[in-house]
Structure formats: structure tokens, C-alpha cells
């Protein structure tokens, strides 16, 4: 039996270390601890040069910062029940989530781990007017603080002076960003990027966090946007209209950044084409291309050993087998006597082989992207704000300040995504990127799902009295805060395709293109758009334009003990205070801790009477009055019900006593079920 104390000590995801045990387990010694200078030996043996000299980006808060990115949450998460049941919620994939964005990302980290591949974000610009001050209710005393930071006495006393002196300093701004910037780099996956919305004040700043946190080599671009927001007035030398986006990936060289129109940079959901370019690393692979039977094959077949870099010669070794049945081999090519290779790995190449083609010129077959006059994206874009916008769906009233504008983010999440992929907004604001999801799902027959994480910060009457007045008379809250515009605006954005027949008019235009090519002579083109349509159609056809709501709710009073010294005379906490509520917010809590999505649905298991919970592969035991009868029950489930193969059994050791958790434990694992699962029994507080 396994003992778990989960519930106070969740953490953002991290998976450094199990990257080295990977890929440097002859550094681990026999007790799992690792020799740095056994690391740095293999690595020189590499021609790897270590260097004392570094530069970098240092301010007073930084160690505060990293402990922040590592410290444990202080949160249980709970669903809205009511509202996800609504019909037009229940089977939603995408979520809105209520409380601290760090809270919530470390919420996230296990069940989204490596799952999103774009994060939006535009936080908080610094600009000494916007409202930013940097607030901390975390509790250190001195010498906690030395030891989990790592810092001398005096350190420790400025910088929590610091950090509860309200300050909106740069060294503020930035332990307010980096653990939620660090966290949230645990979420992409291997295609990943996020793109950062900052303005002058904190640029500078923020580039260098961001080569921290990233590297320097997956900084993508500083993309310019022109926002239209003229200053004037006395004391301005130059009138600024522009601010930025900072776009980095998650892997060198592996983000999929996807092409737009020439003309009106318009997404086409196509994606650059494999080209080569200069580089030492992974010099090449062979695409194998059959003409008659249209067949790529990529095969690794050089000698990396044989490489002679000075006259530029790859050398290859032919796959005669593959040439004698009629594939003829397509290499990168040499420019300027300089060594090439495909610009995607051959992993990439083999998930995105239906995205390229091969054409014939010289005599010579080549590789091409399947769609003429496609460009990268620009450096620059025009986009305007999306004050108008918002101010449509509400009825005319202006009820939030500068919101980005749909078309922008539009654009960003064309550029930054493919159909089907998760888009992560962590400072929500009025909610704008949830509503250019919808858009462009019902346009394209995408099906992109967002979460959107958004404070309930409260509306200050004497700053935005309308907005105040608003939520509180028309939406009938009596403590309005900016996640009750956020949610409503997703509401109405939602409606407001419904109401314009977007979808139904999309399906027309595909239905139409569908039959004229149908009409048309036939040919393997025609089939394949034909499909590409068909899979389209129907994701129209199955639009999801709703959501999920979850929030944050601080973990109970007095929840802090040491398992070990728990008996039934002694108990630091009082369980028979839970309610039904409290109960489901655990189950909520530890499910997204163990890996399972928020948006997927936990089956009532009913065992003689007893309700359990069960979902991929784990089955939660959190209810109180498990007995001999219900455990019966629940081996004979197991050998029978062909649906039901639980490998975790979890239970809540509150409500059992020592005695009962012994006699589950030791029946499980000596019970020989018919389908020979290993089961492990987990007793998780």
C-alpha cells in the first residue's frame, strides 16, 4: 500500500530531471543521486566547453521568483457544476477558469503537460498607470526563506520587505511574471510557441527573461503591431503607435509556424514546406518517392562518421531494395558549398507527410509545399484595437478599456496553430482569444479548444463605473469583478454566431465547392481536396461553442499533518466538517493531478451501494462507509465488467480507518483477477 500526500503539495510539472535520468543515467549513482561532475565530463568528451562567464538577467526577487515557480499550491479546484451541465456546456472541450493564474497553471501542469500548442498571453504592460502593483500574500518568515531560497540572512530580509512593499518596479514586474512564464513552458508541446503582447516598459525585460526561460536559440521573432493608439499632448517628442509581440518556441527549429496569403495574409490551415537550410546538426535524411504509386518513404541512411565538412560531401548509403522496386531518393541540396539539411526532423516529417508533394524539374524530383502563393508571416501587422467590438456584444456600452481585437488574435492563433490544437490564454482579459477561437473554428470547420484563466478582480466603481453598474444591475452580481465580463463576453460571442448563421453559411460555401469539384473531371487532386472538405463539413457540423467552468478555492482550515502520525486517538483534521461539495472539489482536484484532463467526465461506479469514481484507468474511493460487502463487490466488477479495468485504486484516508485500508490493500494485491491487472492501492490524503 502507497501512502500520498497529494491534496497541500501540488506543484507545476517539471520534467528536467527525468529528461536527465533518460539521457544521462550512467550520472545517477545507485541511491538516485546525480554527479554533476560526472555530467560535465561526459559532455567535455563531446568537445563541449564549459564556461564560468555567463550573461544574463538578475534582479532583486529572482530566487523569491524560482521558489514561487516550485512552491505548492494553496488551492483546491472546483467545477461549476450548474453551468457545465447547461446543454450547451456538457460535451464543451474548452474551459474558463476563475482564480490566480499561478495557481492555476500549476493546477494544470500534469494534465496538460506537453498538450497545448499555442499560449497567448497579454499581461499586465507596466506602464506606471495601468494598475499594476505587485502583491504577495505568501507568509515566509526569514529563515524559511533562506533554506527554500537558497539566500544569506540580509537577502532574505530585503526581499521580503520587497515583496510586500506593493512596488510596480521592473524587479516587481518580473517576480510577478517569471514562475508563471516558467510554469507555463511545461504545457507546450514539441510544435509548441507562445507569443507574449508588451509594449516599451518592459520589452527589455522581457526578452531576457525570456532567453532564460526558453533559450536564446528559440526566440522566433519581435513582431511589431500597430496598434493606432497615438499619444499627444505636451512633452511628447515622438508619437508611439506601435507595441509587440515576443514570439519564442518550445524546441529549436520544431514550431510550426504557418503561412499566410500573399495578398490579404489570410490563413489557409497550411503550414512551410520541409527546405533547407545551413546547419551541422542532423544534416539529413533521404525521402524515398515512388512516382507511380506516389509513395514517400524518409529513411536516416548517412554516415555521420564519414561527413567531411571542409568540401562539403554528404555521404549517404542507397537503400537498393527500395531503388529496385522503383522509389528514387530525394536529399537536401548543397548552396554554395555549404551543407543542407530538411528543414523538419524526420519525426516531423513523417506526422506532416500529407503536407508536402514532390514535382519533377530538370529531370530532378524536389520537394514543395502543397499550396502556391503562401509567405511566411510578417514582422509587422496592423490590427487595431477591439474596443468596437466588445462594445457591439454588450449593446453599446463600453464596458472594458483597450481590449486586443479579435482580427489580431485571429491572426496570431492562424499563425500559431492547427485545427484541433489547444490555445492557452492565462491573462484573459475580456476574453477576446476565446471568441477568435469561435470565430475561426466556424469559419475553416477547425475544432481548436481554448482555456482562458482570468482573476475575479474586482471592478472598481470610481475607475470604470459602467462596467460596475453593468454587472451589477444587468448580470445581477453583487460583487462584480473582471471574470464576470470575461465570461459573459464568451456568452455572447457564442450567441452571436449562432445568430449570424456563421456556421450554417460556411457549410453552404464547402457543400458548394464540394459538388463542383465532384462535377469536374475526375482526378487524385480532386479526391483529396474532396476529403479535406468532407473532414471539415463535418467538424462544422459538430461546432462546440461552449464552455466549461472551473475556479480556485483555498484548501481547508488546518489541512497540514503528517500521515505517518495519524491514529485514532490523535487527528490534525477534522474531516467530519467536509461537505458533498467539498468531497467533489478533491475528486476534481486529484484527477487533474493524476494526469486527466478537466473537460473529461468521471463515471459514478456503484459498488452494492456504494458510490466510487472511475476514470482512465483509476478508481477513487472517496466517499465514506466502504465496507467488506463493497469491496466484494468491487473484485467481482473487476473480473467481469469488460469496461472496468482499474490499474490505481485511490482512496481518501480519512474517511477509512487503518484496519479497513490494510484489508483493501492486501485483498488487492493478493486477489488473482481474470484479466491479470496490476493493480496498485494508493491511500492519498
Known amino acids: ?74 488551492t483546491l479546484l472546483v467545477a ?79 526581499i521580503l520587505d520587497f515583496t510586500q512593499s506593493k512596488s510596480n518596479s521592473h524587479s516587481a514586474w518580473l517576480t510577478f511574471i517569471y514562475p508563471r512564464i516558467y510554469i507555463a513552458k511545461q504545457l507546450l508541446n514539441e510544435e509548441g510557441i507562445i507569443i507574449v503582447s508588451i509594449d516599451d516598459n518592459e520589452v527589455t525585460q522581457l526578452r531576457l527573461l525570456m532567453d532564460e526561460i526558453f533559450g536564446e536559440e528559440n526566440f522566433v521573432s519581435q513582431l511589431v503591431i500597430i496598434t493606432g493608439a497615438n499619444q499627444s499632448g505636451d512633452g511628447v517628442r515622438i508619437q508611439k503607435n506601435t507595441e509587440y509581440c515576443i514570439v519564442y518556441s518550445n524546441t529549436p527549429n520544431s514550431a510550426c509556424i504557418n503561412r499566410v496569403d500573399k495578398v490579404n495574409e489570410s490563413y489557409r490551415n497550411l503550414n512551410d514546406a520541409p527546405t533547407p537550410f545551413e546547419t551541422r546538426e542532423e544534416m539529413g535524411y533521404t525521402i524515398y518517392y515512388n512516382p507511380n504509386s506516389k509513395e514517400l518513404i524518409p529513411l536516416q541512411d548517412y554516415d555521420k562518421t564519414k561527413i567531411e565538412t571542409n568540401d562539403s560531401k554528404q555521404v549517404y548509403t542507397d537503400n537498393k531494395e527500395l531503388i529496385e522496386k522503383g522509389f528514387k531518393p530525394i536529399r537536401p541540396g548543397i548552396r554554395n558549398k555549404k551543407l543542407h539539411r530538411w528543414r523538419w526532423g524526420i519525426d516531423t516529417f513523417k506526422k506532416r507527410i500529407d503536407e508536402i508533394e514532390i514535382f519533377e524539374e530538370e529531370g530532378e524530383f524536389q520537394v514543395k509545399f502543397k499550396q502556391e502563393g503562401l509567405n511566411p508571416p510578417k514582422s509587422y501587422h496592423n490590427y487595431g484595437g477591439g474596443a468596437t467590438e466588445v462594445k457591439d456584444l454588450f449593446d453599446g456600452i463600453q464596458i472594458f478599456d483597450y481590449p486586443k481585437g479579435v482580427k489580431h488574435i485571429k491572426y496570431l492563433i492562424s499563425i500559431g496553430s492547427r485545427h484541433g490544437d489547444i490555445i492557452l490564454d492565462f491573462f484573459a482579459g475580456s476574453g477576446t482569444t476565446a471568441e477568435a477561437v469561435m470565430q ?61 448563421d456563421t456556421i450554417a453559411k460556411t457549410i453552404s460555401v464547402k457543400e458548394k465547392e464540394i459538388k463542383k469539384l465532384k462535377d469536374d473531371i475526375f482526378s487524385d487532386d480532386n479526391e483529396e481536396t474532396i476529403d479535406i472538405l468532407n473532414k471539415e463539413l463535418n467538424a462544422l457540423k459538430e461546432q462546440d461553442l461552449g464552455f466549461k467552468i472551473f475556479e480556485t478555492k483555498p484548501i481547508w482550515d488546518d489541512y497540514y499533518f503528517e500521515a505517518n502520525e495519524l491514529n485514532e486517538l490523535q487527528k490534525l483534521f477534522d474531516e467530519s466538517n467536509l461537505t458533498e461539495k467539498d468531497i467533489k472539489a478533491l475528486l476534481t482536484t486529484w484527477k487533474t493531478y493524476d494526469g486527466i484532463k478537466l473537460t473529461q467526465e468521471i463515471s459514478k461506479i456503484e459498488l452494492n451501494g456504494y458510490i466510487a469514481y472511475y476514470t482512465s484507468e483509476k478508481l477513487y474511493l472517496i466517499n465514506k462507509g466502504f465496507n467488506t460487502v463493497n469491496l466484494k463487490a468491487l473484485l467481482e466488477k473487476i473480473d467481469t465488467d469488460k469496461a472496468f479495468n482499474p490499474t490505481s485504486i485511490i482512496a481518501f484516508g480519512y474517511f477509512f480507518d487503518s484496519k479497513s485500508l490494510r484489508e483493501i490493500a492486501e485483498n488487492v494485491k493478493s486477489y488473482a483477477n481474470k484479466k491479470n491487472i496490476d493493480i496498485d492501492f494508493i491511500t492519498r490524503y
Open 80 to 158: 461549476d457544476e450548474e453551468f457545465n451541465n447547461k446543454e450547451e456546456n456538457k460535451n464543451s472541450q474548452n474551459l474558463l477558469i476563475k482564480g490566480d493564474n499561478l495557481e492555476v497553471l500549476k493546477h494544470l501542469s500534469n494534465a496538460y503537460h506537453e498538450q497545448v500548442k499555442m499560449i497567448y498571453i497579454d499581461p499586465p504592460y507596466n506602464t506606471g498607470n495601468d494598475g499594476f502593483i505587485y502583491e504577495d500574500d505568501r507568509k515566509f518568515t526569514v529563515k524559511e526563506l533562506q533554506t527554500l531560497a537558497g539566500v544569506d540572512e540580509e537577502k532574505a530580509r530585503r
Open 1 to 74: 500500500m502507497k501512502e500520498q500526500k497529494v491534496t497541500n503539495d501540488i506543484k507545476g510539472h517539471n520534467n528536467n530531471f527525468e529528461v536527465l535520468k533518460k539521457h544521462f543515467s550512467q550520472c545517477f549513482d545507485k541511491n538516485g543521486n546525480f554527479d554533476f561532475e560526472k555530467l560535465k565530463q561526459e559532455l567535455s568528451e563531446n568537445e563541449i566547453n564549459f564556461s564560468k562567464e555567463s550573461y544574463g538577467l538578475d534582479w532583486l526577487g529572482k530566487s523569491y521568483a524560482r521558489l514561487l515557480a516550485t512552491d505548492s499550491t494553496t
Open 440 to 500: 475561426l473554428n466556424s469559419l475553416n470547420g477547425g475544432n481548436r479548444k481554448f482555456i482562458l484563466v482570468q482573476l475575479p478582480e474586482s471592478i472598481d466603481p470610481k475607475k470604470n463605473k459602467t462596467a460596475y453598474d453593468f454587472v451589477k444591475n444587468k448580470l445581477g452580481i453583487e460583487e462584480p469583478t473582471i471574470f464576470d465580463i470575461t465570461k459573459e463576453r464568451l456568452i455572447r460571442a457564442s450567441k452571436k454566431i449562432k445568430d449570424e
